[in-house]
Each structure stands twice: as C-alpha cells, then as structure tokens.
C-alpha cells in the first residue's frame, strides 16, 4: 500500500509513519522539512507548506490513501485535496475531539452525537474556533472523497514525543513523590490514548479500506485523574498523596484538569474504533515509556510547571 501523510515527522504523525512503515507500506511525507530531518532515511520526502498553500509537490504523483494530519482549517484541506484530485484512493483525516458539541451529552456518547456549527471565517484558532473549523473540515472532506473519506477525531494524545507534554508534568511530579497538590477533584474522568495505538488504529482503517467516524479515545478501562496519576507514579516507583486545593489558588491551569460541566466530554464511547482495530496499551506502559523518553531528552523545562517550593506553598493552605 502506497500512504503518502501529510505532516509525518512530529508526534502524531511520526507514530503513523512509523507504524505504516512496520506494517510493510510504502510511505511518503510531505511538509516543510523544518522538524525531524534525521528520521525515517529512506521515506521519500515532499517539501511543501499548508501556511503559504504550497502543494505544488504532490502534483504528479498517485497514492492509494492520505493521511492528513496537518489540516487545521478548511484552506489547508481544500488546497490539499485540489493539489491530489483524484490521485488517491482514501482520504482520512485526523480530525478532534472538540468537533462535538460540549455540554448537553451524556457519558459515552458516540460518533452520531451532533456536532458544533462549522466555522470559515477565521483560521485563528482558539477554544471557541478550534473544533469549528474542524468541523469544517470534516465536512470539505466528505464533499469530496465521500465514501473515499475517513474520520479519526481523537481526545488528548499522549506518549513519547509528545510536542505538548500532556503528561509529563504529572510524571514528573509522581516521580517526585510525596504530597502533590491537586487543583481538581481526583474522579475526574479522563480519557488519553497512547499515540501507537492511534496510529495502529489508522493503518488499520487504511488497510480495511474503512470509511466512517471514529472517536480514537483511551485506555481501554474508564480511569480518572487519580488513576492516571497513580498510573505516572507506578510507573516511576513512587508513591504520591494527592492533596485537594481550591482551583483558585492555582497560580496557572493544571494538564488535563476540567470543570466539572465537561466532565461528559471525558466519557466518550471508543466502541466503534476498538471493533475496527484499536489497540490498548496499558496506561502504566505508556506512562513508563513517556518518562524514559523524558529522561533520554534531558527533561527541558515545560510550557508551564510547579516549582516545589511553589507547590510546598499551596500545600501549606490546604
């Protein structure tokens, strides 16, 4: 099978590549050739770039599927798909969580739950226009490749090389042990799937030649933020006392962390994409194997972090 993914040598996409290259594909990048030079020698590469609309490398050449991981608004998908035409045979795009509607929905609720209105106007992307303009895209999609098109809409993604360190303060803090302060209430559900296990679920949809929507959440056992700390300390050998503090006293937003309205949006029904083949890594697994890669990058500084004497603080007005 001829895959050609569109944005291949960051997190996500570097997990489809390297899964499709495991599974005997013949695959071949496009991007901007910025990030991830060293990796994957022998994966022919297109060097173009979705921000100035230059496709002009994909003119030519015939896949039997794409892989879009780069389409964030209905520009970038629009001036891909007019780039490839009819040179693919599938076209699946990795879409978002945030497509559906946020409040209203029950726990597991799955694909056919409504979706928000779609949004056009705009390619600033923040809360309110993320999901929209994925929507969007979805929609463009569909227009044009119809039962040609695939959906893969995850939740929060997580593992080794992970651009957003979605987890790695938690196992930071649970590798520290002790009391750790917790802005949140511990049954919090939460839903994170292994990045591996996205991209099995993708090469499977491709080899299948499966159209549809698919919610790529995890694990496979419902969890909560105590469990997945838990989960991080395991896999450091530690042990953690959670604390319970006020989110107010909070000096910044905690990972994963939310109001208890969107709880529901934590609870989503990975019902259709497990038939369809997704895999599920334990979480301990990737939790261990998301710390090593920490360790073996030298463990730079995040986004946004806790220093001790910071959280010794918090702790001392619980």
């Given at each position: 099978m001829r895959i050609l993914v569109l944005g291949g040598t960051a997190f996500i996409g570097r997990a489809i590549v390297e899964d499709a290259l495991r599974d005997g594909a013949e695959v071949t990048v496009f991007g901007r050739g910025r990030t991830g030079r060293e990796l994957f020698?022998?994966?022919?590469?297109?060097?173009g770039d979705r921000?100035?609309?230059d496709y002009a490398a994909l003119h030519g050449g015939e896949w039997d599927a794409v892989v879009d991981v780069s389409g964030y608004v209905p520009r970038h998908v629009g001036q891909a798909m007019a780039a490839l035409d009819d040179r693919?045979?599938?076209?699946?795009?990795?879409s978002t969580q945030a497509v559906y509607v946020q409040t209203g929905v029950g726990p597991d609720a799955d694909e056919d739950t409504p979706r928000r209105a779609p949004v056009r106007h705009t390619e600033v992307l923040d809360n309110d226009t993320y999901g929209p303009c994925k929507v969007a895209c979805e929609d463009d999609v569909l227009a044009r490749y119809g039962d040609r098109a695939t959906i893969v809409r995850p939740g929060n993604v997580v593992g080794p090389h992970d651009v957003q360190d979605t987890m790695t303060y938690w196992l930071r803090r649970?590798?520290?042990?002790?009391?750790?302060?917790?802005?949140?209430?511990?049954e919090q559900p939460v839903q994170v799937l292994d990045a591996r296990d996205l991209a099995r679920l993708v090469t499977r949809l491709l080899r299948d030649d499966r159209p549809g929507a698919f919610n790529a959440v995890g694990p496979a056992e419902p969890t909560t933020?105590?469990?997945?700390?838990?989960?991080?300390a395991q896999a450091a050998g530690a042990e953690v006392?959670?604390?319970?503090?006020?989110?107010?006293?909070?000096?910044?937003?905690?990972?994963?962390i939310l109001p208890e309205p969107q709880w529901p949006t934590r609870q989503r029904s990975?019902?259709?994409?497990?038939?369809?083949?997704?895999?599920?890594?334990?979480?301990?697994?990737?939790?261990a194997d998301t710390l090593t890669w920490d360790h073996a990058r030298g463990k730079p500084p995040l986004p946004w972090?806790?220093?001790?004497?910071?959280?010794?603080?918090l702790l001392e007005g619980a």
């Open positions: 020698p022998d994966v022919p590469r297109l060097i921000d100035t609309g693919v045979g599938r076209y699946l795009f990795l649970a590798a520290r042990g002790g009391r750790a302060a917790l802005p949140g209430r511990p933020l105590a469990g997945l700390i838990g989960a991080c006392e959670l604390v319970q503090i006020s989110p107010d006293a909070a000096p910044g937003p905690f990972p994963l990975a019902h259709r994409a497990r038939t369809a083949g997704l895999p599920a890594t334990p979480l301990t697994t990737t939790a972090d806790l220093s001790p004497e910071a959280e010794a603080n």
